[in-house]
């Protein structure tokens, strides 16, 4: 019932901006983390109790008298900063805008106890606010203690309760790594009430002493953090320099399963804005294409290079975080530069990508406001910092020029295709059919001009009309030449030539997956064997995919977790897929990071339940197994791929009318019928009956060329 318009009172108003603001658990370990290291700590400790909702983080930090501890929490009060001029002096700390802890507190309940290094007391702050002294004294600096998380907020606290463990600890990793990447040097180590009976931490950062080099630090963070050690990642350490913009880090060489750690991070935070990140991505999946070799990853389609990257660039205003906004697109440029320069350093090869972002990444408003050279902006980096930098790197209008190869021609979707006539024909206005001897054409013959054929007429091949096509015979024992049986209409061809190997591939992919699909109706898993497999992962890898262990056991991967360490964790694999009877270790332990990668960021769905009862397997409505195809793990779907093509008709192999008749057909019953197994085409279209007026000039096709004599 409306009552009129009314200021929310206070206490309301800060609810409801730190429910914003605090997200998860984790964002709050991560502000109290970075308060820390802000605090000078060099040793800090995180205790997690995610069953009961809090945490603690203790640290060896400057510590608060009991003075400060009584402004400690409250809304704008900060040690960082005394005024709005402090924010463009490139401050080095995490927090400033001192409202981290009121927004935790207003969330949860949070008790401090400090000290410091000149005193002999040591101070407690409860959660209403009352100070107390405490007996005996603890050790300098600081333990915040947080409790009863979202106690007020009951659809957080329910969501957080029923919150995968493994994927909130996973989170964290990352967040601490961020602190890290700025704080190399920093001791961190994370412990989880659940693994106290292990008798181990979840991780620890240590052993990175100031005497490595910066890529040795980096390196050291991400083994120690993230489990990633040199031997998975095969980083090369990167560096470029710019007047003040400094781009330095790692870059895989090695193809790896997931792109967790596809990692940019702008003067010391991590960059989430996806006009920087987008180009950054596309830069590194361009290069995987033009070196990736079907070997990698044994096999599977999908890879990635893993990559941390930090960018400085010169403080240009406070936008309200260290990271660059759209404003300073500018220095954006300037940014991708550098990445450009060191990634082709890193893999010896140029890019095809323009040096700079494209102007549709920002608003006419602001690209007006600040206007710059492209040109002279990408030649004055290369040409100003290394010499030999526009013989490595190449000249941006040069890249831009570029001609590609693409596939415009034909463009071929789940149901219909359409190409261009002049394009498919590579006529262009006014060009002409040339004669074998074109120096001296017969007299009299006639020449087609083609100068009024319209430039846009698009063809359509729909699935139901494939139906109507025959075939006329088997060409150069690749391909088969088809031509339609009815009058055929201005919008559709009236020859099309099928890829007799990538038609028969569709065939037998849809049937192998009918199949593979289908038996997961008879039993509760699909058709696996049984073995005795050890496989040595990281505790975080096996966290990774632990969440997912039933719907493993659908597709036959069934596994046990034995001798739990600090580094490492034993899984037995117990049953797999026949599919893989002959996989190494190291494809099966792909197959469990990268699925569940998959699931997580919803690059796959579950199986889900699927009920004989209700599915008709009759021939007029044949089991719906595309519904489930996404489902598939990539690498089986791979595997089921590759059959596919090694058991299909190969080039050179005669067909006979018959059988050309039975492929088509059979082709024609497909579900996609359009795309081989690998998604490239099996049909082109070549004709329309009627091109403006062609169809009357002389020498011009006609269907009664292509009829069969009975």
């Known amino acids: 019932m409306c009552s009129g318009i009314r200021k929310l009172d206070q206490d309301t108003t800060d609810l409801l901006t730190s429910s914003r603001s605090i997200e998860c658990i984790t964002t709050a370990v991560a502000l109290i983390l970075q308060n820390s290291v802000d605090s ?156 106290l009976k292990h008798g181990f931490a979840l991780f620890e950062s240590r052993d990175v002493h100031t005497s490595l080099s910066k890529s040795q630090k980096l390196s050291l963070c991400l083994f120690n953090v993230l489990g990633i050690s040199t031997e998975d990642f095969s980083p090369k350490p990167v560096h470029a320099r710019f007047q003040n913009y400094v781009v330095e880090g790692l870059v895989s060489t090695k193809l790896t399963t997931t792109k967790d750690i596809q990692l940019v991070y702008i003067n010391g935070e991590r960059c989430q804005n996806e006009i920087i990140l987008k180009p950054i991505a596309k830069l590194f999946s361009d290069i995987r294409s033009q070196s990736r070799t079907k070997a990698d990853l044994g096999g599977t389609r999908r890879g990635y290079y893993l990559f941390v990257l930090k960018a400085s660039t010169p403080v240009s205003g406070y936008h309200g975080s260290g990271e660059l906004s759209v404003r300073d697109w500018n220095q954006i440029k300037i940014v991708h530069s550098l990445i450009i320069k060191v990634v082709e350093a890193v893999f010896k090869t140029r890019t095809d990508l323009p040096h700079s972002l494209p102007s549709s990444c920002y608003n006419k408003r602001s690209h007006k406001e600040t206007s710059l050279d492209e040109s002279r902006l990408v030649h004055y980096v290369f040409e100003s910092t290394d010499p030999r930098g526009l013989t490595t790197v190449g000249c941006s209008q040069q890249a831009i020029k570029k001609l590609r190869t693409t596939v415009n021609d034909c463009q071929i979707r789940h149901n219909t295709t359409a190409c261009d006539v ?52 088997q060409i150069d024992l690749k391909f088969i030449l088809l031509r339609s049986s009815k009058p055929a209409l201005n919008s559709q061809p009236s020859l099309i030539m099928v ?85 190494s270790k190291h494809l099966l332990k792909d197959i469990l990071i990268q699925h569940a990668s998959d699931l997580r960021n919803f690059r796959k769905t579950r199986i889900g339940h699927i009920d004989a009862k209700n599915i008709n397997l009759s021939v007029e409505e044949p089991f719906a197994w595309w519904k489930h195809a996404k489902s598939i793990p990539t690498i089986l779907m791979d595997h089921i791929r590759s059959k596919a093509c090694r058991s299909s008709i190969m080039f050179g192999q005669p067909l006979s009318a018959p059988e050309c008749v039975l492929l088509i057909k059979m082709l024609s019953d497909c579900r996609d019928p359009f795309y081989c197994a690998h998604g490239r085409p099996s049909l082109v279209p070549l004709t329309t009956s009627d091109v403006d007026g062609y169809s009357q000039m002389a020498g011009a096709f006609n269907n009664k060329d292509y009829q069969i004599d009975n």
């Open 499 to 583: 890829d007799q190997h990538a038609c028969d591939e569709r065939i037998r992919l849809e049937t192998m997956l009918n199949e593979f699909i289908g038996e997961l109706l008879i039993s509760p898993s699909a058709p696996s064997v049984n073995v005795q497999i050890e496989i040595a992962s990281t505790f975080r890898e096996f966290q990774s995919f632990d969440d997912y262990q039933h719907e493993f056991a659908r597709w036959g991967i069934r596994y046990e977790a034995q001798n739990f360490t600090e580094r490492q964790v034993l899984i037995k694999i117990i049953t797999i897929p026949e599919l893989l009877q002959r996989s």
């Open 422 to 473: 002049q394009n498919m024909w590579g006529l262009t206005p006014h060009a002409r059919i040339p004669f074998e001897n074109q120096s001296n054409p017969p007299a009299g013959s006639p020449v087609p001009d083609f100068a009024g054929l319209s430039t846009h007429r698009e063809i359509a091949l729909t699935k139901s009309s494939l139906r109507s096509y025959v075939p006329v015979s």
């Open 40 to 195: 000078g700590a060099a040793e800090v400790e995180i205790v997690l109790d995610l069953a009961n909702r809090a945490f603690t983080v203790i640290d060896d930090g400057c510590g608060m008298n009991r003075k400060d501890l009584v402004n400690f929490g409250q809304l704008h009060y900060s040690s960082k900063i005394s005024n709005v001029t402090n924010l463009s002096n490139n401050l080095s700390t995490f927090g400033y805008r001192g409202r981290s802890v009121f927004d935790i507190s207003n969330v949860a309940k949070v008790t401090t106890l400090s000290r410091t290094k000149n005193e002999s007391n040591t101070w407690l702050r409860k959660p209403e606010g009352n100070i107390e002294k405490i007996d005996p004294a603890l050790p300098w600096g600081t333990s915040v203690i947080v409790t009863d998380f979202f106690h007020n907020l009951p659809v957080r606290r329910e969501a957080l309760e029923k919150a995968s463990s493994n994927r909130l600890c996973d989170k964290l990793r990352f967040l601490v790594f961020d602190v890290l990447v700025s704080h190399p040097e920093t001791k961190i180590t994370v412990r989880s009430d659940s693994l």
